[in-house]
């Protein structure tokens, strides 16, 4: 009987249903007499009521991760939102990352379709969404920059992303467009400006670290896979880029520096 409460108060299309024609809806639940008497004693008003309170419970906890993309366009994203609870109905916890996410992949989805948004709202949408999952994934190694001096990484070892590290390529600078959208403004156009963007999670604060490197830096951290050895990663970029004068040198000083900031670690 639980499960079918919990569908009745989180799916309108189940409850609604359930109204017109209960026996053919809830013949799948196995229920007793009782029970099912229970159902259909059940206050229309209290239960509509309840239903409401759990979705704008939910669309608060989203609006919050999200809120300078929604802000952009706040009716459309009320109704993107709703869309959202159809779609995705069953939702048990106000504090479900993954529920959080998955909205994050609709908005970036939807609006990246859509020409009533701005052209650099899929980008913000992704950036949100991972600048989120940062914030809610608790690393099993500190990501933090270490405090002493590390060995210099050497062209024999292998290295790896840290955990609770992500990366990505963006056509627009998101960190601007968030932090101006954020102080009040409403830009309704950006120049492409193509950013390669590191979150790391901060062990000081929830808030997690979002830094900007370089096309290079990029590439590299492409190819770290705790297979290859900073040799076989500096030998494909070679291959890709043609000869680099001190290739190697530039490789292991980029190699080095993720380490000392907490992005990379070694693996022998």
Same mark, same amino acid.
């Given at each position: 009987?639980?499960?079918?409460?919990?569908?009745?108060?989180?799916?309108?299309?189940?409850?609604?249903?359930?109204?017109?024609?209960?026996?053919?809806?809830?013949?799948?639940?196995?229920?007793?007499?009782?029970?099912?008497?229970?159902?259909?004693?059940?206050?229309?008003?209290?239960?509509?009521?309840?239903?409401?309170?759990?979705?704008?419970?939910?669309?608060?906890?989203? /609006?919050?991760?999200?809120?300078?993309? !929604?802000?952009? +366009?706040? $009716?459309?994203?009320?109704?993107?939102? *709703?869309? &959202?609870?159809?779609?995705?109905?069953?939702?048990?916890?106000?504090?479900?990352?993954?529920?959080?996410?998955?909205?994050?992949?609709?908005?970036?989805?939807?609006?990246?379709?859509?020409?009533?948004?701005?052209?650099?709202?899929?980008?913000?949408?992704?950036?949100?969404?991972?600048?989120?999952?940062?914030?809610?994934?608790?690393?099993?190694?500190?990501?933090?920059?270490?405090?002493?001096?590390?060995?210099?990484?050497?062209?024999?070892?292998?290295?790896?992303?840290?955990?609770?590290?992500?990366?990505?390529?963006?056509?627009?600078?998101?960190?601007?467009?968030?932090?101006?959208?954020?102080?009040?403004?409403?830009?309704?156009? /950006?120049?492409?400006?193509?950013?390669? !963007?590191?979150? +790391?999670? $901060?062990?000081?604060?929830?808030?997690? *670290?979002? &830094?900007?490197?370089?096309?290079?830096?990029?590439?590299?951290?492409?190819?770290?896979?705790?297979?290859?050895?900073?040799?076989?990663?500096?030998?494909?970029?070679?291959?890709?880029?043609?000869?680099?004068?001190?290739?190697?040198?530039?490789?292991?000083?980029?190699?080095?520096?993720?380490?000392?900031?907490?992005?990379?670690?070694?693996?022998?």
């Amino acid at each position: 009987m639980q499960a079918c409460l919990a569908r009745i108060y989180t799916d309108e299309c189940f409850r609604k249903l359930a109204r017109i024609d209960a026996a053919a809806t809830l013949r799948r639940y196995d229920l007793t007499i009782d029970e099912r008497r229970a159902i259909d004693a059940l206050d229309h008003r209290m239960v509509d009521f309840f239903a409401r309170s759990l979705i704008n419970k939910r669309r608060r906890v989203t /609006a919050s991760a999200y809120a300078s993309l !929604l802000s952009l +366009r706040p $009716a459309l994203a009320d109704r993107l939102c *709703a869309r &959202f609870c159809d779609i995705h109905p069953a939702w048990t916890s106000a504090c479900n990352l993954d529920d959080v996410v998955n909205f994050g992949l609709f908005m970036e989805e939807s609006v990246r379709s859509s020409e009533r948004w701005p052209c650099f709202a899929g980008d913000l949408a992704r950036y949100l969404r991972m600048h989120h999952r940062t914030m809610a994934t608790f690393p099993t190694h500190h990501s933090d920059a270490v405090s002493s001096p590390h060995p210099a990484i050497t062209l024999r070892q292998r290295v790896a992303l840290k955990d609770g590290i992500a990366t990505a390529v963006f056509d627009y600078d998101v960190l601007a467009l968030d932090a101006t959208i954020t102080d009040g403004s409403s830009p309704e156009k /950006a120049t492409p400006n193509r950013q390669y !963007l590191i979150f +790391r999670q $901060a062990h000081e604060s929830s808030d997690p *670290a979002v &830094f900007r490197v370089s096309e290079a830096t990029m590439a590299v951290l492409e190819l770290v896979d705790g297979r290859r050895t900073m040799g076989n990663i500096a030998d494909e970029i070679r291959r890709r880029f043609g000869t680099v004068e001190k290739l190697e040198v530039d490789v292991l000083n980029i190699t080095n520096q993720l380490v000392h900031v907490g992005v990379l670690r070694s693996l022998n």
